[in-house]
Nanobody
Framework: VQLQASGGGLVQAGGFLRLSCAAT????????MGWFRQVPGKEREFVSS????????YYADSVKGRFTISRDNAKNTVYLQMNSLKPEDTAVYHC????????????????WGQGTKVTVSS
């Protein structure tokens, strides 16, 4: 399984970005997918996850109401729409393949993408 994240960049506070994560393999729809973020010197932080069907989602309190996760199983892709961005959202964002249930636990995710950098200027 390979995960390729894209869509990061530099944006002003209040702006928006849409991250994408394309996965290889035929079993994409069999697993939950998640987004995490990490800044240097800190542990990887849960952002959001989406169920296998896409109908259920789970968000960290810090992004609830601003970020939206979705997936397109026909395209083997998961998305993270990020609105009303804040400087504290600056991080490298990683997508990851989970299991069968939504989780915010990094240990429940076995496969990780290389990350895409998001920088929010004030």
């Amino acid at each position: 399984v390979q995960l390729q994240a894209s869509g990061g960049g530099l944006v002003q506070a209040g702006g928006f970005l849409r991250l994408s994560c394309a996965a290889t393999g035929r079993t994409f729809s069999s697993y939950t997918m998640g987004w995490f973020r990490q800044v240097p010197g800190k542990e990887r932080e849960f952002v959001s996850s989406v169920s296998r069907s896409g109908y259920s989602t789970y968000y960290a309190d810090s992004v609830k109401g601003r970020f939206t996760i979705s997936r397109d199983n026909a395209k083997n892709t998961v998305y993270l729409q990020m609105n009303s961005l804040k400087p504290e959202d600056t991080a490298v964002y990683h997508c990851a393949r989970g299991s069968t249930e939504l989780s915010n636990d990094v240990k429940r995710y076995a496969y990780w993408g290389q990350g895409t950098k998001v920088t929010v200027s004030s």
